[in-house]
Nanobody, 125 residues
Framework: QVQLVESGGGLVQAGGSLRLSCAAS????????MGWFRQAPGKERGFVAA????????IYTVSVKGRVTISGANAKNTVYLQMNSLKPEDTAVYYC??????????????????WGQGTQVTVSS
């Protein structure tokens, strides 16, 4: 079992940048496919990005492609989400998640096994 704690959220102006961190404990992140999801008020949780075990592959939702980078630091047992050129529509609670038992990337939040508590990202116009 793995425990996940997100950090790095905050208030930023449109066009700005944030780096979210997801610190894992209990198991190493190389054991899991790791994903970032977000949920805005009144909306369903949506996929942002995922990285495969050992970091060999990544996938992004179309709306963030080119602006967001997911990466993993095995030595720190942490996954990052670097977000640039932020837009007001990026405002949401961002969640880190882990899925075990697969080498495949997964975009469906229902398939993930472990979740962090979330970190708020607010982008002002």
């Amino acid at each position: 079992q793995v425990q996940l704690v997100e950090s790095g959220g905050g208030l930023v102006q449109a066009g700005g940048s944030l780096r979210l961190s997801c610190a894992a404990s209990g198991r190493t992140i190389s054991t899991y496919t790791m994903g970032w999801f977000r949920q805005a008020p009144g909306k369903e949780r949506g996929f942002v990005a995922a990285i495969s075990r050992f970091g060999s592959s990544t996938i992004y939702t179309v709306s963030v492609k080119g602006r967001v980078t997911i990466s993993g630091a095995n030595a720190k047992n942490t996954v990052y989400l670097q977000m640039n050129s932020l837009k007001p529509e990026d405002t949401a609670v961002y969640y880190c998640a882990a899925k075990g038992g697969t080498l495949l990337l997964q975009t469906d939040w229902r398939k993930y096994d472990y979740w962090g508590q979330g970190t708020q990202v607010t982008v002002s116009s």
